[in-house]
């Protein structure tokens, strides 16, 4: 893995082991939730600019880098969906592929029935996202190796997600720093005082010519990678 320093959103930095031969980050405890907007559109950077490496398989069972202790797969809820991620079970950190952590902030959703209509007329067979296997579009709308649906980068959906996370981030610099505010607190109130209770990708992007085993989501990775270039 190799470490990488994003900041945090209140103040201070955070560090991100990123695999790129696994396709994958390991955030120590809450590291996920804390990351900045800015930090969010600079980790994607990251994910386009390491694309064409060669990606290894996921082992069948996934290790704690910290403990040792065997990572617990988890499945949770955002917006845009269902997303995925492997727990350490005491707490240390988790392990996030990178299809989920793009489905985790927004950028990425699954076809409707009419997209997977449309894309199944022009492309027979695609590549799982998240674990890389095959999927044959005639017969099946997900990968029958890991379940995963099959989703795209929404050109709507990444416009709003960026238009979202760079309007956080110049909210969050407009603001002023937490210690700051203290010291300004600290200085108007010098004693104590009691608290009181507060009242689409287009399908002309895949091409007839295509060829089997494309992935949908590095497409769209591509063609964002580059507009923020």
């Not at 002309?204 to 085993?213: Q, R, S, T, Y």
Request: charge should be negative; aromatic fraction near 8%; proline fraction near 6%.
């Amino acid at each position: 893995m190799e470490v990488r320093s994003f900041e945090q959103i209140y103040q201070g930095r955070d560090a991100v082991d990123l695999c790129f031969a696994c396709a994958g980050i390991w955030f120590q405890h809450q590291v996920s939730a804390r990351l900045a907007p800015g930090a969010v559109i600079e980790l994607f950077k990251e994910i386009h600019a390491h694309l064409d490496g060669a990606r290894r398989p996921l082992a069948e069972a996934l290790r704690c880098p910290d403990c040792g202790d065997a990572l617990a797969l988890c499945h949770d809820l955002c917006r845009s969906g269902r997303f995925t991620y492997f727990r350490c079970p005491n707490g240390d950190g988790r392990y996030t592929p990178f299809f989920q952590f793009l489905r985790e902030k927004q950028f990425v959703r699954s076809l409707t029935p009419v997209e997977m209509q449309k894309l199944r007329a022009e492309v027979r067979q695609i590549r799982c996202s998240g674990c890389g296997a095959p999927i044959d579009l005639e017969h099946s709308d997900s990968c029958s190796f890991c379940h995963a649906p099959v989703a795209f980068l929404d050109q709507d959906a990444v416009q709003k997600a960026l238009q979202m996370w760079s309007a956080a981030d110049e909210r969050r610099r407009a603001a002023p720093s937490a210690a700051a505010v203290a010291e300004a607190l600290l200085t108007r109130f010098p004693e104590p005082s009691p608290v009181r209770p507060a009242g689409g990708l287009a399908m002309a992007d895949v091409g007839e010519g295509a060829e089997l085993g494309v992935d949908l989501i590095v497409l769209g990775v591509r063609a964002l990678g580059a507009l923020l270039q």
